[in-house]
């Protein structure tokens, strides 16, 4: 019976997980939901019980934990140094067409950011209704409110975020293609041809959460972030070995930023629209990259450059 638990259990993991990262954008944050909520499930079915849904009981655990644990990760984020920015996921790009433009709409740091404007459950009723397709009613009760109040919270949350909804490139093949220039010319640092492939009002934005140098707010236009992003590469030259591999992250074109020794110094997500690049996400902060690999030294690599 056991065995059976564990099966179950470590099948319905990634449900939790999609619903906790997507409320909390942190890996960390939602893996301790994950653990928290199958924790519960198992000692709900130890005890017998009766669950006609455990997925459903799960969602039920995990979004209520997600709502709390956003509630107090919110007064961290008021003193947090610098731009916020979701934890990055290096994600499958081998996944059909459907399913990865399910990823690119719900899963983006684009649309994580956006979430940020919510409340608690505001943000679990719009993902649980508009991502995961629960009824108002399943909703109504895992949000404690009632069927018409979830049906409010929705709305609200979709007004909200539709006003400021990325638009990504509806062709995978000239998403991929735009993204293959741009990295081809960071790798060149071709300054000019970066700021061809940039929107007129493009964004650059990074989060060092204070840990490593960063930059101090987001930068707007194509040629500064193009004179940003080239001095970025001037100063990545000078450590050996270092290299941009180019990876999926939260479902749109990205890359690792790496040392020569493999180790990670940044992960770069790119929004891509209307045949430009329309925003650049940096995350440097070490304490947002550990799930991802091995993370740099930012600092002694700094003093070595140095010397």
């Known amino acids: 019976m056991n065995e059976t638990y564990d099966e179950l259990l470590e099948e319905l993991r990634p449900t939790a997980f999609a619903i906790g990262y997507r409320m909390l954008g942190s890996v960390a944050e939602a893996e301790d939901v994950v653990q928290e909520a199958l924790l519960r499930l198992h000692e709900a079915l130890q005890r017998g019980e009766r669950i006609e849904s455990p997925r459903a009981y799960l969602a039920t655990v995990a979004t209520r934990l997600a709502i709390d644990q956003l509630r107090s990760a919110r007064v961290r984020r008021e003193t947090y140094v610098g731009e916020w920015l979701p934890e990055p996921l290096v994600t499958d790009s081998g996944v059909d067409p459907a399913r990865q433009a399910e990823l690119a709409d719900s899963l983006s740091m684009a649309f994580l950011v ?44 979709r007004r909200r975020v539709e006003e400021g909804r990325p638009r990504f490139e509806a062709s995978r093949e000239q998403r991929e293609e735009l993204a293959r220039r741009f990295f081809a010319a960071v790798r060149e640092g071709d300054v000019g041809e970066l700021e061809s492939l940039l929107a007129k009002d493009v964004v650059l934005h990074g989060d060092g959460g204070g840990k490593v140098p960063a930059l101090a707010r987001a930068l707007h236009g194509s040629r500064r972030v193009a004179q940003t992003i080239g001095a970025w590469i001037r100063q990545g030259s000078r450590v050996a070995g270092a290299e941009i591999r180019e990876v999926e992250v939260n479902g ?24 430009q690049i329309q925003g650049i996400r940096s995350v440097v902060n070490p304490e947002k990259l550990g799930h991802v690999g091995p993370v740099a030294d930012v600092w002694a690599l700094l003093r070595g450059r140095e010397r």
């Open 252 to 275: 749109q074109p990205g890359a690792l930023v790496l040392a020569g020794d493999g180790s990670l110094i940044a992960v770069w997500a790119l929004d891509i629209a209307d045949g």
């Open 114 to 157: 956006l979430l940020e404007s919510l409340s608690p459950e505001q943000r679990a009723a719009l993902l649980l209704h508009d991502v995961f397709d629960y009824g108002y009613a399943e909703i109504a009760e895992i949000v404690g409110k009632s069927e018409d109040n979830a049906r409010q919270l929705t709305a609200r949350a």
